[in-house]
């Protein structure tokens, strides 16, 4: 596995000083162009207590590493996007399970926003520490990017940090976007009985959840409606926010394996996505493979993402109407830019929000290498179709596949059975497949 360095410099280091929290911001990207330390936000928090809790547990999560927790993961400054009438902060834990958001709406801000777009914080140590003292009646106003003020009483003290990203941490980030895409609410809870509910979970295991009534039922198998939710103590970061939250929600897609879970608190919302099991990251999915190796996404991504304009919700129809092209190809094209860390996906509002993600679009490839290798195989010539099968020739011997369940002959899909996406002979029969069907038209 390779990774990418990534190299964090700030003017100066994040602080919480008589009630002001300044967040240092380092090189992103804004809707004024590239900047090294873009302003964003300035103004008073009206939830001076759930914001502050809520940010810690997204920077907790960065450092974490929960199927190994008593080893700590590389510092990964959590990212911040404001898109105008709300500030975004997410961030992804360094096993690759576990992806945390906390949305501070219209409600919690009241402020001067001077730019929309996306950039790291700077959460060290000594702020981690501050947040954690912030009480109910403490005021608290917020600075996302720090002012020329600020920077010059702290004598330039600049700050440089430089992490890995892992090529595997790197896919996972886009690829939870997309399984998020597929989830529906699945049950709600309101109050005290999300506080009992999620007090009440084993910190261990895998257990499902279904609404049953007005109440959340735990059984320790799958039921109709259910979630699978492996390893509770994933959880953890939820727990402080508990005397804050007024509703818990929980999503899940079709085949309940990832899950989601989203608190309602004043003015905000703070979100959990999960991976299938508690070892295992969101980086091997596949979710994204089959709209990535469609012709035409690649170019729609370019027309789309033009289109972009950090927007809290991206409409489909919208763009659509603005691009030319059909609703079906946007939503590849929104794949597409997801794998490039430029759009994420909002599970309460059940639309994609714009933000750019500091690493290189280019990198889409070499991110899904069951992609790249599928296309060397159509390249080759390996794929001959017979109708609604194809033989694919290769190194290890010929495999069979049916276009019409997507399954393989191959070890991949018998160790699978397609739950964590299409096999690279898959992926280069739909290829050679949709080819056809294009020369026939």
Not at 111 to 116: A, H, I, L, S
Not at 372 to 384: I, N, P, Q, T, Y
Not at 409 to 425: A, F, I, L, V
């Amino acid at each position: 596995m390779t990774s990418a360095t990534q190299a964090y410099t700030y003017a100066a280091p994040s602080s919480l000083i008589d009630g002001r929290l300044g967040l240092a911001t380092s090189g992103g990207r804004a809707l004024s162009g590239p900047a090294l330390a873009p302003r964003f936000f300035s103004g008073v928090v009206t939830q001076a207590a759930p914001a502050a809790a809520a940010l810690l547990g997204v920077a907790d999560v960065a450092l974490a590493r929960y199927h190994q927790p008593q080893e700590r993961g590389w510092v990964r400054d959590p990212v911040v996007t404001c898109n105008g009438d709300r500030l975004r902060f997410e961030s992804f834990s360094a096993c690759g399970g576990v992806y945390a958001r906390l949305d501070l709406l219209q409600g919690a801000l009241d402020g001067e926003v001077f730019d929309r777009g996306t950039t790291n914080v700077d959460v060290n140590a000594p702020l981690r520490e501050a947040l954690a003292r912030i009480g109910a009646r403490d005021p608290l106003h917020l600075g996302v990017g720090l002012d020329e003020l600020v920077v010059t009483t702290t004598d330039g003290a600049v700050v440089e940090k430089k992490v890995p990203l892992p090529e595997r941490w790197l896919r996972g980030f886009a690829e939870v976007q997309v399984i998020a895409s597929g989830m529906d609410q699945r049950g709600e809870l309101a109050g005290m009985a999300a506080v009992r509910f999620l007090r009440g979970l084993p910190r261990k295991g895998t257990v499902w959840v279904a609404q049953a009534g007005r109440d959340l039922k735990v059984s320790d198998r799958p039921v109709p409606g259910s979630v699978q939710l492996a390893g509770p103590n994933r959880l953890a970061t939820l727990l402080p926010l508990l005397r804050f939250a007024t509703a818990l929600r929980v999503y899940g897609p079709s085949d309940a394996a990832s899950s989601a879970w989203e608190l309602e608190l004043p003015g905000m919302r703070y979100t959990l996505t999960l991976s299938p099991e508690r070892w295992r990251g969101f980086s091997g999915e596949g979710a994204v493979l089959d709209d990535l190796a469609t012709d035409e996404a690649e170019n729609d991504a370019d027309v789309v993402g033009m289109l972009l304009n950090f927007e809290p919700e991206v409409e489909i129809g919208l763009l659509a109407d603005r691009a030319g092209i059909p609703a079906d190809r946007v939503r590849a094209a929104l794949t597409q830019l997801g794998v490039a860390g430029r759009v994420g996906y909002d599970l309460a509002e059940a639309a994609h929000f714009h933000r750019e993600l500091p690493y290189d679009k280019d990198n889409v490839t070499v991110l899904n290498p069951r992609l790249a290798s599928a296309r060397r195989l159509v390249e080759a010539g390996a794929v001959r179709l017979d109708g609604e099968s194809a033989t694919v020739r290769t190194a290890g011997g010929t495999r069979q596949v049916s276009l019409a369940d997507g399954s393989c002959t191959c070890e991949w899909w018998w160790d699978h059975r397609g739950s964590r996406g299409p096999c690279k002979h898959v992926l280069a029969a739909r290829i050679v497949a949709r080819a056809a069907v294009e020369v026939s038209r």
